[in-house]
C-alpha cells in the first residue's frame, strides 16, 4: 500500500516526507513507524528509477 499525502502526491515523494501525521501514524497503538517509513522510501526510489 503506497500512501498518499495531503497534498494528492505519494507521501515517498512529498518534499515534507515525513510529516509529522504519517511519522506518528500508529504510535498510540505501540507501532514503530520506522518499517512504513522505510518502505515509502523504497516505494518512492522504485517508482523514480523506473521513470
Known sequence: MMFE???GILCGECPD???EMLAAMGTDQGY???PRLAKCR???KEKSEAI
Do not use: K, Q
Open 5 to 7: 499525502s495531503r497534498c
Open 17 to 19: 516526507f515525513p510529516c
Open 32 to 34: 514503530d513507524p520506522a
Open 42 to 44: 523504497e516505494w518512492a
